[in-house]
């Protein structure tokens, strides 16, 4: 019989702010947050510190509600490279304690410890607790740990007590801890999920395990089938290893932005950017896409996705600025407020082998000169910095443009 895994999930506290404290000592006296252009007081809250929670301020919430809620709160704008500095320091000790660590965001990082705990003589949570007070002592940021036995019930046992806590999921405790809460606090569960579950007499994480996976199946699809097995603790998902290359599946960036885009002006320039950032990234990693996909979000919250495949491989800027444009002017009523705006690339190939087609009414050598333009510009900011060279997105610079470059993820 196999041996069950040992799986942490370790969670930075307030990361962005807990970092800013360390810049700054000053700040843990008082109430701050880390948003956008806080001289102006506009943009979102990204972060905040524990004297801010108990104002009520909440993430992605505008700078002006927050200050509403707490005239005294100081904010600070983000400084990516440090939090960068920080996380691979806070890595390194993982990676002292296993080889099977995988970061999943900048603050988030799962270990598979089924191996060491003879190596260190410890149990679960004792490890987990040295973890924790190790990063605490020698970086100056606090964690919580979950610790089960699956990445699905460590993830949600790392959410379960903040902050610098340690909470373990066993076949003992689910009940009490897992099973009794809210579905709508299930991973992978949002709001349009939860309410057909409920309609359906699911109202809690264990009504979920309890139903049978063909009811869930009928009544969301494969999302059903991945439910059952995630609440039954049935998540095989392994942990992979900090030095494996990861094969990337798709490459997107989002961005909320300082206040609602309402006309086609600031939206193709909100596009642009976020198909700049990607278009780069594509690069990078020497893949060409084959899909877009956009992704609108309102001041409502209200949001949806929709992706058009493509009918050649490409890594332009230009070809993915234009299908994003084109699948927003099919899909949302020009004046209609978006507070958000997201554009992803899919079905990813290997750029030296995507075959290119060539077209019949296409202007091949339109094609060409822009490939040109954009392979130098990836030149010039290679050597002297991002900012060198940018396409026309930045005349709207009350929109966040400068800031929303480190708001980025890289799926696999």
């Known amino acids: 019989m196999a041996k069950e895994r ?9 990361f962005f702010a807990s970092c800013e404290e360390l810049l700054n000592p000053s700040l843990r006296d008082v109430p701050m947050a880390v948003a956008g252009d806080p001289q102006k007081k506009h943009g979102i809250i990204l972060a905040k ?15 002006q509600s927050a200050f509403r809620k707490c005239p005294s709160l100081v904010t600070v704008p983000p400084h990516h490279d440090y939090y960068e500095q920080i996380s691979k320091r806070i890595n390194a000790i993982y ?10 965001s900048i603050d988030e990082s799962y270990l598979d410890v089924t191996g060491s705990l003879n190596l260190f ?21 606090t964690v919580s740990v979950g610790v089960s036995f ?20 066993t076949h003992e405790n689910i009940d009490d801890i897992l099973y009794a809460q809210p579905v709508e606090n299930f991973l992978f569960v949002g709001q349009a999920t939860a309410s057909k579950l409920k309609k359906s007499g699911i109202y809690t994480i264990g009504d ?6 063909r009811q869930l199946v009928r009544l969301l699809g494969k999302q059903g089938m991945h439910l059952w097995l995630s609440a039954n603790g049935l998540d095989a998902d392994p942990v992979r290893s900090f030095y494996e290359k990861r094969e990337v599946k798709s490459i997107g960036n989002s961005m909320t932005f300082y206040r609602d885009l ?28 084959t899909c877009v996909q956009v992704q609108i979000r309102d001041s409502a919250f209200q949001t949806i996705s929709r992706q058009k495949t493509l009918m050649q491989p490409t890594w332009l800027q230009k070809d993915i ?37 060539e077209s019949l009414f296409g202007d091949e050598q339109a094609e060409k000169r822009q490939e040109k333009i954009e392979s130098a510009m990836a030149h010039l900011r290679q050597k002297y910095g991002k900012q060198v060279v940018s396409f026309g997105h930045s005349t709207h610079t009350d929109l966040g443009f400068a800031e929303q470059s480190k708001k980025r993820k890289l799926s696999d």
């Open 6 to 14: 040992v799986i942490l999930h370790s969670d930075c506290n307030s």
């Open 262 to 289: 309402t006309n086609l002006s600031e939206i193709k320039s909100a596009l642009s950017a976020l198909s700049d950032s990607v278009s780069v990234r594509l690069r990078n990693e020497n893949k060409k896409c």
């Open 150 to 169: 699956c990445k699905c019930f460590a993830k949600m046992g790392s959410d379960y007590k903040k902050p610098n806590a340690t909470t373990c999921i």
């Open 121 to 141: 003589g410890m149990t679960a949570e004792q490890l987990a607790d040295a973890i924790r007070l190790r990063v605490h002592k020698e970086i100056g940021v």
């Open 208 to 213: 979920l395990a309890r139903a049978s996976d």
């Open 95 to 104: 990676l002292e304690y296993t080889d099977l660590v995988e970061p999943f």
């Open 321 to 357: 600025t234009q299908t994003a444009v084109e699948l927003v002017l099919a899909n949302w009523s020009i004046g209609r407020p978006i507070r958000l705006l997201g554009v992803t690339v899919a079905e990813l190939l290997d750029a030296d082998t995507a075959y290119s087609q």
């Open 49 to 63: 510190n524990e004297r801010a929670k108990k104002y009520g301020i909440v993430t992605a919430e505008t700078v």
